[in-house]
């Protein structure tokens, strides 16, 4: 039962779905059958989540970052997804900016506009300018969202409750999908984590390995301005990477030139967060890249970023290999130290379905070869075999996607796997020794000490388990708990038929033997005892479809 609180708001939602023809939704939300969930066609899911305002638009971004969970066409729609919300009124800005400022604005700057240069569902943005000169962009976050937010979480994660009844729920644990999506809503309403991953993501970026840092820009925190509610960033002079012209001090005038440079550009930015750092951008669609005046690329809106640890990044290295050389065998491994099985995975299928999907990008042209599109399907492939993914693949998957569509339109001859290739030794040598070779050595040496010296301690405690007879073996054996019951359901028919035999014998011989009025009552008992017993007896093999 949702909460009372909250049902202004569920009738609103009831009506937008009703509107669109979502039946399911509306069963749902109205205490029907929590049933498989039959989700509509992707453009209409695409208007329901718009409708419904700023959080859903969210969950629907959330949503475009698991193709193990939506297919690809839902994918592709969910991550167009943009709400259009109007900007707040300068006045009521004014105001709201005043309140979360720690001192007048007349104090900290030479001068702010009001009225916003750009608005989202969640922040809107101010141009404004310190005393000193610098012009500085102020995201500041839209008066009231955080109890809309609040109010919406509630029925998130009601319905999720609801739908983790279903067998699709269990399969993709949808109540931790929710949760996961919830803490990703908390933490961009706190603008003092997005400032965090932004000076780290500039920190990184700052020591580039494969790229010149110096083409490259993540814009500067003023935390003396940053707050939850406030967040004061450089202002960042330039257009939309897609429809900038090519100019500035780097230009060299010849432009396919400039356009595969930039593009290798981008690709070596990523590929190093991705593989080296573990610490990378998770949305770099065209509005949150941009090309600055003076030739640069600037990556901007730290709010969704993705992490991945240092051995689950070795694994998808290979598995990147893996996948351009066509080694479907292969994948089918890496995979099954991914992810986690929800059920006992036939790696020979698994191996099967990867080699189809696999060959079916073999000998494409550049035109036609889309990297990330194949590993989206990849992971679908996956998940139709019982195997759930982190949710930083997700990620992963989203961010190569947007990385990849923009390139292409960019430049349309770019191919990601030739970017990767002349990497590829510089990063297993990364990932074998590490930046400090030294380090890595002494690293190394310890361990193997330490080995030596547990190692004669662990087998002389072996040898004293085995030789007082206390060693004792703990052994899994997958399958087991369905020959058990089995096993104990034939037992309990064999029982019972004999149960049943034993009845039949007994009336018989009552009936032989007794002539009088009780005896043939007790035979007559007995008789039909054994008829009811034997008939659900039949019926329970034929139920059961085991007869053959």
Request: with cysteine.
């Amino acid at each position: 039962m949702l909460a009372s609180s909250s049902m202004s708001r569920q009738g609103e939602i009831i009506e937008v779905v009703f509107s669109n023809g979502w039946d399911y939704m509306r069963r749902l939300l109205t205490g029907g059958k929590a049933d498989e969930p039959d989700l509509p066609p992707p453009a209409v899911l695409r208007n329901i989540l718009t409708e419904l305002g700023p959080v859903y638009v969210k969950l629907g971004q959330l949503l475009s970052t698991r193709p193990d969970v939506l297919s690809q066409s839902y994918v592709e729609e969910l991550s167009a997804l943009q709400s259009t919300v109007p900007a707040v009124p300068a006045a009521e800005m004014e105001a709201y900016i005043r309140r979360n400022l720690p001192r007048p604005p007349e104090e900290l700057f030479a001068s702010l506009d009001y009225k916003a240069i750009a608005a989202g569902s969640i922040a809107q943005t101010h141009k404004a300018t310190l005393r000193n000169g610098q012009p500085v962009a102020i995201k500041v976050q839209r008066p009231g969202i955080d109890q809309l937010i609040a109010r919406d979480v509630s029925l998130i994660r009601d319905i999720a409750k609801l739908v983790s009844a279903t067998q699709f729920g269990q399969r993709y644990n949808v109540q931790a999908l929710a949760e996961e999506f919830i803490n990703a809503l908390e933490a961009e309403l706190d603008f003092t984590t997005e400032a965090a991953y932004t000076d780290q993501l500039r920190r990184n970026l700052a020591k580039g390995r494969w790229f010149d840092p110096a083409k490259l820009v993540v814009p500067k925190i003023y935390w003396e301005l940053t707050n939850k509610k406030i967040m004061t960033m450089e202002w960042l002079e330039g257009k939309p990477f897609l429809l900038a012209e090519i100019t500035g001090e780097y230009y060299n005038g010849d432009i396919q030139a400039e356009r595969e440079a930039l593009t290798r550009l981008l690709f070596r930015a990523f590929l190093q967060q991705y593989f080296l750092d573990g610490f990378f951008h998770a949305d770099p669609h065209p509005g949150n890249l941009f090309y600055l005046a003076d030739g640069r690329v600037a990556i901007l809106d730290c709010g969704m970023m993705g992490r991945m640890n240092p051995r689950l990044r070795v694994t998808l290295t290979e598995m990147v290999l893996a996948m351009v050389s066509s080694d479907a065998e292969r994948c089918a491994q890496l995979t099954l130290q991914i992810a986690e099985p929800l059920q006992p995975v036939d790696i020979n299928q698994l191996e099967t379905d990867y080699g189809r999907l696999l060959s079916k990008y073999y000998g494409l042209s550049l035109e036609e070869f889309n990297t990330a599109q194949m590993f989206s399907e990849l992971m679908q492939s996956a998940s139709r075999n019982h195997l759930r993914w982190p949710a930083d693949i997700g990620l992963y998957s989203k961010s190569l996607a947007n990385l990849e569509g923009v390139a292409r339109q960019f430049n349309p001859k770019v191919d990601l796997s030739e970017e990767i290739k002349p990497l590829m030794f510089d990063l297993f040598r990364q990932q074998i020794i590490g930046d400090d070779p030294l380090q890595t050595l002494l690293r190394t040496g310890l361990e193997l000490r330490n080995l030596s010296i547990e190692s004669p301690r662990q087998f002389g405690f072996l040898l004293d388990r085995l030789s007082s007879e206390t060693l004792k073996w703990n052994i899994s054996i997958q399958g087991l708990d369905g020959l058990r019951r089995n096993i104990d359901d034939a037992a309990n028919r064999r029982s019972f038929s004999t149960l049943v035999g034993s009845l039949i014998i007994g009336a018989a011989i009552v009936s032989t033997n007794q002539q009088t009025p009780g005896g043939q009552i007790l035979s007559n008992s007995l008789f039909a005892a054994a008829s009811l017993f034997g008939l659900w007896l039949v019926i329970s093999i034929l139920r059961s479809g085991r007869l053959r």
